[in-house]
């Protein structure tokens, strides 16, 4: 019964590159998060996505990052012409239910952790 | 804006000392959460509490809710080593729970 995968574990990309960082939810959640997490800090919001649909960008830059979830495949955190400051591990959590059902409960993935050079 | 404050930020306590950290929210909420992370691992569940006067233990760890107060405490007893860990509280915005709202952070260091 495999959680929350993620992948790469670890990505380094120099200034000027694409950062591609991959997301499988838990077999049944259709429900994904994405956070980020600077380093000594709390994890912040970015998306929230279903199958096909963007539910709540709030919290992605606007510019650079995007965020897809397809009917097929996993869902994806792209950061274009990636900069020091996307250094971060980027945590994906799933959920079966929209607003995360009774308990809200979270889980999370093992995070992607970006270094940019 | 939703704001989630955690004190202390670091604690370091001797091996079977008992000690609170606490965590204050600043809008209405009804669901806090309680996540244990360890250095470059993810987040581990703890507690999830869901109304006023919850109050949830699990092992060394007790975790209570005063959703009046806006504000929730995890509680150690006994401190042991494996402790050692960042632990983290979320909540709820309760107009929209699409979203976890993390707060600071309270590294942990448990020493003999």
Same mark, same amino acid.
């Given at each position: 019964?495999?959680g929350v995968?993620?992948?790469?574990r670890?990505?380094?990309?120099?200034?000027?590159?694409?950062?591609r960082?991959?997301?499988?939810?838990?077999k049944g959640?259709?429900?994904?998060?994405?956070?980020?997490?600077?380093?000594?800090?709390?994890l912040? =919001?970015?998306?929230?996505?279903?199958?096909?649909?963007?539910?709540?960008?709030?919290?992605m830059?606007? /510019?650079r990052?995007?965020?897809?979830?397809?009917k /097929? @495949?996993?869902?994806?955190?792209?950061?274009q012409?990636? *900069?020091r400051? $996307?250094?971060?591990?980027? =945590?994906c959590?799933?959920?079966?239910?929209?607003?995360?059902?009774?308990?809200?409960?979270?889980?999370?993935?093992? #995070?992607?952790?970006?270094? *940019?050079? | 804006?939703?704001? *989630?404050?955690?004190n202390?930020? =670091?604690?370091?306590?001797?091996e079977g000392?008992?000690?609170?950290?606490?965590?204050?929210?600043? +809008?209405?909420?009804?669901?806090?959460?309680w996540?244990?992370q360890?250095? @470059?691992?993810?987040?581990?569940?703890l507690? !999830?509490?869901?109304?006023? @006067?919850?109050?949830?233990?699990e #092992?060394?760890?007790m975790?209570?809710? $005063?959703?009046?107060?806006?504000l929730?405490?995890?509680?150690?007893?006994?401190?042991?080593h494996?402790?050692?860990? +960042?632990y983290?509280?979320?909540?709820?915005?309760?107009?929209?729970? $699409?979203?976890?709202?993390?707060?600071?952070g +309270?590294?942990l260091? !448990?020493f003999?």
């Amino acid at each position: 019964n495999a959680g929350v995968m993620q992948n790469p574990r670890h990505l380094v990309r120099r200034r000027g590159q694409e950062a591609r960082l991959r997301c499988s939810p838990m077999k049944g959640h259709s429900h994904v998060y994405w956070y980020r997490q600077l380093p000594e800090e709390g994890l912040k =919001f970015m998306v929230y996505l279903q199958k096909e649909n963007i539910i709540d960008e709030s919290g992605m830059p606007k /510019e650079r990052f995007s965020a897809e979830f397809p009917k /097929e @495949g996993p869902s994806i955190l792209r950061i274009q012409q990636v *900069v020091r400051g $996307d250094s971060a591990a980027y =945590f994906c959590a799933s959920s079966p239910f929209r607003n995360r059902g009774n308990t809200g409960e979270l889980f999370f993935g093992e #995070g992607s952790r970006l270094t *940019v050079l | 804006e939703l704001k *989630v404050e955690q004190n202390p930020l =670091f604690l370091s306590m001797q091996e079977g000392k008992n000690y609170t950290i606490y965590c204050n929210y600043s +809008t209405t909420s009804d669901r806090l959460y309680w996540y244990r992370q360890d250095p @470059g691992k993810s987040l581990e569940s703890l507690f !999830v509490l869901l109304s006023n @006067g919850a109050v949830k233990q699990e #092992g060394r760890l007790m975790a209570s809710l $005063d959703t009046k107060a806006r504000l929730s405490t995890l509680h150690i007893t006994a401190a042991v080593h494996d402790l050692s860990a +960042t632990y983290f509280c979320a909540v709820d915005l309760q107009e929209n729970t $699409d979203k976890l709202i993390f707060g600071t952070g +309270t590294r942990l260091q !448990v020493f003999p």
